[in-house]
């Protein structure tokens, strides 16, 4: 069964990451990121069914989960033609990770996990949620600075081939963040909550993490707009790929 | 029943010529119905009749009055599917001088209702409209901007997106600029300022806008209050220097300078916030735009050609209805002069001969019908119509 759905997935993602290459494959993308999410998500349900607890404990599993994340954020916030770029940075990351969460075993069933469900759900589920939504704020900023140097520049093709208005790339990626810092705000807690009960030390995913939290809460502090909020975002994804990517054998297992 | 096109455009005739044929819709209405079953398209690039008929010559001289001279060198004829062709390519915009301008669909429909059409110019019309709506939905054609004034708007949405609420200065009352400014006005921005050398010049601008009038001297003092200036003066310098805006803004600044030599100072790009776009930049842009069109045009073309020949085989299909009709008319006939003989039959036995009879007749027809309406248009729809007539005599008297 969850070999059956893994193909789909992939599939789905990889046919979309294909079709927003191309100028007018927007809707076949669309499609694919559509049916690719929900085969991901009856796989995910099937993994559910089949663990005994928490199944997405491992890093690969959780890359799995993270990977379900990002593109449920992206159908919801940035699924549309004009949004074809941002498809074109998503889509094929999505689907990479999720090849390597199959490889690191992350697709499997029958996983389990010595934490207790309620835990992981809301520790891991939380931050991942957060992570999603801090790596489509980052695809929107990457978006913002092209879009910016290109009417710098006075491109002349700056209206054949179009991208979201400024102002949109940057209210979204504002209201992007402001929804995912209250995610990893409640992960932080419930897991440093269960750090004081039941002891333990602090690591360096720990600290990233922490660090993460600080940098995105100051910029709901400060509100920075423009070029100083897609550069805010783009250093703040950059210590998300620490924690998700160097880090992340550190901590969970 | 045939079609006939006999008009001028901009393709073929100047404008002196052109505007001695332009017409005003209700004139267009009653040259129309006085041909009869005709409709007269006429806007400022073309002057075109439609005709059900051959009467070109009934067309021509109507233009040729209208002119006050002989035509007959710019004027052109066209009759069939070339004629709806031509109808079909201009609804889509693909015979205009910007190729997708939306406007001439507008201007078909329009000629289309004033006119009283006959069942031929009604197909068309109607049909001309729908490509002219399909072209535009189906290819690109139409949504880039064609004008300079339409690029500084289309710009203008790519920084802020939608443009209500947003403040414009307009700095330079001349035509140019205020043509630029209704442009962004019509999507929603306000005209906030209007600067001018002269004063009473930017109140009359300022006026039509809504505006408020300043004067030149005091333009740093309201960049900081607007999100978009648009600068067409006749200045020799520049009118807004770099040192001029405000270097902290919480919104960008867009600057759209038309003015030849350039109102506003170059250093202005490097600025935070700040984009600017002079008038060569806009010229690209249009010209990038133009090319897309263009390449769209191609598409249009084939979309154009597939209407024509569903027109050209709706058109063919007409053809068979006389030999189906007379067809049907002449076993009608046989059946009631059998029935007349029949003599002394009660109501119900009559009434079930009669329905007997007029199955038995609609089953035998049905196939040939079919088969006459499908073979129109075809070589083989004029050998079966001729070999009907020969077969039962029709037209032939009895």
């Not at chain 1, 991208?163 to 963040?177: C, E």
């Not at chain 1, 009960?197 to 423009?226: C, E, K, Q």
């Not at chain 2, 035509?71 to 609804?91: D, N």
């Amino acid at each position: 069964m969850i070999e059956l759905l893994f193909w789909p997935v992939l599939v789905g993602y990889g046919e979309a990451a294909l079709a927003y290459a191309s100028p007018r494959g927007d809707r076949l993308a669309t499609w694919g990121v559509r049916l690719g999410w929900l085969a991901q998500t009856a796989l995910l349900s099937v993994q559910a069914a089949h663990a005994e607890g928490f199944p997405w404990g491992t890093w690969a599993g959780s890359l799995n989960l993270f990977v379900w994340f990002v593109v449920g954020t992206y159908l919801i916030w940035g699924c549309r033609p004009r949004y074809r770029l941002l498809g074109l940075a998503v889509m094929p990351l999505a689907a990479i990770l999720f090849l390597v969460a199959r490889v690191g075993g992350g697709t499997s069933s029958g996983q389990k996990s010595h934490y207790g469900n309620l835990f992981l759900t809301l520790h891991v589920g939380c931050v991942l949620a957060a992570f999603a939504g801090f790596t489509l704020a980052a695809a929107l900023a990457g978006l913002y600075l092209l879009e910016e140097r290109r009417l710098k520049r006075r491109a002349a093709d700056i209206l054949r081939l179009r991208m979201p208005p400024l102002a949109t790339l940057d209210a979204l990626m504002r209201r992007t963040i402001a929804v995912a810092v209250p995610f990893l705000t409640v992960g932080l807690i419930v897991g440093i909550a269960r750090l004081q009960r039941n002891g333990g030390g602090v690591d360096a995913l720990m600290v990233a993490t922490v660090l993460t939290w600080l940098l995105y809460a100051s910029f709901l502090v400060m509100r920075p707009t423009g070029r100083h909020a897609a550069r805010f975002a783009l250093v703040g994804f950059a210590l998300v790929i620490v924690v998700r990517v160097v880090l992340e054998g550190t901590h969970l297992s | 029943m045939s079609l006939t096109l006999v008009g001028i455009s901009h393709h073929v005739a100047p404008v002196e010529v052109r505007e001695r044929v332009a017409l005003e819709p209700d004139d267009a209405a009653a040259v129309a119905r006085r041909l009869g079953d005709a409709v007269c398209l006429s806007t400022c690039n073309r002057t075109e009749l439609y005709l059900a008929g051959d009467s070109d010559e009934a067309a021509l001289a109507t233009l040729e009055e209208l002119a006050g001279g002989s035509l007959a060198t710019v004027a052109y004829r066209l009759h069939g599917e070339a004629a709806a062709a031509h109808l079909f390519r201009v609804s889509a915009g693909l015979d205009s001088l910007v190729p997708g301008e939306s406007e001439i669909l507008g201007q078909v429909k329009a000629a289309y209702e004033a006119a009283e059409p006959g069942p031929l110019l009604d197909k068309l019309f109607r049909q001309a409209l729908q490509v002219g709506k399909r072209v535009r939905t189906e290819t690109a054609i139409g949504e880039s901007p064609a004008s300079v004034p339409s690029a500084a708007a289309a710009l203008a949405q790519q920084v802020f997106g939608d443009l209500a609420g947003r403040r414009v200065l307009l700095v330079g009352a001349g035509r140019m600029g205020e043509l630029a400014a209704s442009n962004l006005a019509t999507r929603g921005a306000t005209i906030a300022y209007v600067a001018n050398r002269s004063f009473e010049a930017a109140e009359r601008v300022a006026t039509a806008f809504g505006a408020t009038p300043v004067g030149l001297n005091e333009l740093a003092k309201y960049l900081g209050d607007v999100d978009v200036v648009l600068s067409s003066t006749g200045a020799p310098d520049h009118v807004i220097d770099a040192r001029d805006v405000p270097g902290k803004r919480h919104n960008p600044l867009f600057l759209i300078d038309i003015a030849v030599p350039r109102d506003v100072d170059p250093g202005v790009q490097g600025l935070d916030g700040c984009f600017l776009y002079d008038i060569d930049d806009l010229e690209a842009v249009v010209a990038e735009t133009l090319s897309v069109r263009r390449r769209e045009a191609e598409q249009a073309e084939r979309l154009v050609a597939e209407e024509t020949a569903r027109f050209g085989a709706w058109q063919s299909s007409l053809d068979a209805v006389p030999v189906i009709t007379a067809l049907r008319a002449h076993a009608e006939e046989l059946r009631s002069e059998e029935l007349d003989r029949l003599g002394t039959l009660n109501s119900e036995q009559r009434e079930l001969v009669e329905r007997a009879t007029g199955q038995l007749l609609n089953k035998l027809l049905h196939l040939p019908t079919v088969r006459l309406k499908d073979a129109a248009g075809e070589p083989e729809g004029a050998l079966l119509a001729d070999a009907v007539r020969r077969l039962f005599g029709l037209g032939e008297g009895r």
